[in-house]
């Protein structure tokens, strides 16, 4: 869709562009652009790596020291988009609003990890 932000990651393995979707996920967007504009992702890693599933980052530095994060945003999930192979989702605890800065690339199709 035009107008939609990308986002490009720069990692010690290669480079990954992510689309943004504004119009279903509004907070979300506004989440992770702020923490882009404040260079908060330079020096994290991908923490967790679940081959054929997700790999996960956004939350920890070089030394696995969680950085301090923003304060947890509304969950957006039931707004259509699906955990499909090469999307970001955020990553949040049991807490349905519980996401901050941390994210996860699907690797495959994650249908379970949708709203129902």
């Known amino acids: 869709m035009a107008g939609n932000s990308l986002i490009r990651f720069e990692t010690t393995h290669g480079t990954f ?3 943004l979707y504004p119009d279903e996920a509004p907070v979300t967007v506004e989440n992770l652009l702020a923490y882009v504009d404040a260079e908060f992702f330079d020096g994290t890693i991908f923490h967790r790596i679940v081959p054929g599933f997700v790999i996960q980052g956004g939350g920890l530095d070089q030394k ?4 301090q994060t923003r304060a947890a945003i509304r969950n957006e999930a039931k707004n259509g988009l699906k955990n499909l192979r090469g999307t970001l989702s955020m990553a949040r605890t049991s807490v349905v609003d519980s996401a901050t800065s941390q994210f ?4 495959a199709d994650n249908a379970f ?3 129902s």
Do not use: G, Q
Request: aromatic residues 14%; hydrophobic residues 45%.
């Open 113 to 115: 990890l949708d709203h």
């Open 64 to 67: 696995f020291h969680s950085k």
């Open 17 to 19: 562009t992510v689309e």
């Open 104 to 107: 996860f690339v699907n690797l």
